[in-house]
């Protein structure tokens, strides 16, 4: 094992601990809200709790592997695990991009003045919610059962030509080339998930900008100068939408150029890796961010503390 593999390991298990720690969080965060406080509830916790899940499942079975094969660990995965690993990374993926898009969606909706063509959806939406996350999990499962058929475990043998090459699974020797279905359902979901969040992202904050300059010949100059709840918003939403847009569309250039490349770079590999697991990663703590949730488990925190100093006083 070289000193760049050791680094390379060193820096796959940190992602793995934060992604793992802020996506664990939020999810017992929202949990916690919509078990036990009923008065915080809202219809949209359930699609951060989805969210969180698949972000766990993404990063878990993109960078184990990965830390794995840095550190020398052979022989990690079979053709089973190969195909398991890969196919469960590849749906929760996909997972990621429908259930962002859906997000935005819902949270375009909800905001939608009462006078708009959306109103009439805002009581409906909340209904959608468990249909939606069962058509993501089967389109997603269906578009991708082709890997389970072209992955193999790696067996050290030479690969020449277009596929897919990792150092414990690669592309069937006989089967470089994807077949057209797998192709097209990949475009198809993507170009829509994408286009269907970039439109409603942009409606909900021109939404909040109008409703913000509005807002400004209302309130006095002294309260003005203070950034609205309105214009935090709107930073967390053009922050989540560009963090995505950046890390899927530049992940997705690098893999394309390392799938169809001749001769295989095993760095493009962890380049690609540490990409895909980036919005994971960072995604709960831009929605943490402003959150009413996280300031009252972080104003509870700090209440506590005063009296478990008290404690440890007395004793």
Same mark, same amino acid.
């Given at each position: 094992?070289?000193?760049?593999?050791?680094?390379?390991?060193?820096?796959?298990?940190?992602?793995?601990?934060?992604?793992?720690?802020?996506?664990?969080?939020?999810?017992?965060?929202?949990?916690? *809200?919509?078990?036990?406080?009923?008065?915080?509830?809202?219809?949209?916790?359930?699609? &951060?709790?989805?969210?969180?899940?698949?972000?766990?499942?993404?990063?878990? &079975?993109?960078?184990?592997?990965?830390? +794995?094969?840095?550190?020398?660990?052979?022989?990690?995965?079979?053709?089973?695990?190969?195909? +398991?690993?890969?196919?469960?990374?590849?749906?929760?993926?996909?997972?990621?991009?429908?259930? *962002?898009?859906?997000?935005?969606?819902?949270?375009?909706?909800?905001?939608?003045?009462?006078?708009?063509?959306?109103?009439?959806?805002?009581?409906?939406?909340?209904?959608?919610?468990?249909?939606?996350?069962?058509?993501?999990?089967?389109?997603?499962?269906?578009?991708?059962?082709?890997?389970?058929?072209?992955?193999?475990? !790696?067996?050290?043998?030479?690969?020449?030509?277009?596929?897919?090459?990792?150092?414990?699974?690669? *592309?069937?020797?006989?089967?470089?080339?994807?077949?057209?279905?797998?192709?097209?359902?990949?475009?198809?979901?993507?170009? &829509?998930?994408?286009?269907?969040?970039?439109?409603?992202?942009?409606?909900?904050?021109?939404?909040?900008?109008?409703?913000?300059?509005?807002?400004?010949?209302?309130?006095?100059?002294?309260?003005?100068?203070?950034?609205?709840?309105?214009?935090? +918003?709107?930073?967390?939403?053009?922050?989540?939408?560009?963090?995505?847009?950046?890390?899927?569309?530049?992940?997705?250039?690098? +893999?394309?150029?390392?799938?169809?490349?001749?001769?295989?770079?095993?760095?493009?590999?962890?380049?690609?890796?540490?990409?895909?697991?980036?919005?994971? *990663?960072?995604?709960?703590?831009?929605?943490?961010?402003? !959150?009413?949730?996280?300031?009252?488990?972080?104003?509870?925190?700090?209440?506590?503390?005063?009296?478990?100093?008290?404690?440890?006083?007395?004793?």
């Amino acid at each position: 094992m070289f000193l760049s593999d050791a680094i390379w390991g060193f820096f796959f298990i940190s992602q793995i601990c934060i992604g793992f720690l802020g996506n664990s969080l939020l999810f017992m965060l929202y949990m916690y *809200t919509f078990l036990t406080q009923s008065q915080l509830k809202k219809p949209i916790d359930l699609i &951060f709790i989805h969210l969180t899940l698949v972000n766990v499942l993404t990063i878990m &079975f993109k960078l184990i592997p990965d830390a +794995a094969s840095s550190f020398g660990v052979r022989h990690f995965l079979d053709d089973v695990g190969c195909k +398991a690993t890969l196919y469960t990374y590849r749906v929760t993926r996909g997972l990621s991009i429908c259930t *962002t898009s859906f997000l935005s969606v819902f949270q375009a909706i909800t905001i939608s003045p009462s006078n708009s063509t959306w109103m009439r959806l805002k009581s409906e939406i909340s209904t959608c919610i468990f249909p939606s996350f069962l058509f993501f999990w089967i389109i997603n499962m269906l578009i991708y059962i082709h890997i389970i058929k072209t992955v193999e475990a !790696n067996r050290n043998a030479s690969f020449v030509g277009s596929g897919y090459l990792q150092v414990y699974c690669q *592309t069937n020797q006989l089967e470089h080339h994807p077949s057209m279905a797998f192709i097209t359902g990949i475009i198809i979901r993507d170009l &829509f998930f994408v286009v269907l969040m970039m439109l409603s992202s942009i409606y909900m904050v021109s939404l909040l900008y109008k409703h913000c300059q509005r807002a400004q010949h209302v309130h006095s100059p002294s309260l003005s100068s203070q950034p609205s709840p309105e214009i935090k +918003a709107t930073h967390n939403i053009l922050l989540l939408l560009s963090c995505f847009v950046f890390f899927y569309s530049s992940n997705n250039l690098i +893999a394309l150029y390392s799938f169809y490349r001749p001769e295989k770079i095993p760095r493009l590999e962890r380049i690609t890796g540490i990409l895909s697991s980036c919005y994971p *990663t960072i995604c709960p703590f831009v929605l943490m961010k402003n !959150n009413k949730i996280t300031f009252r488990f972080t104003s509870f925190i700090s209440k506590m503390r005063p009296i478990f100093s008290r404690k440890t006083v007395s004793r």
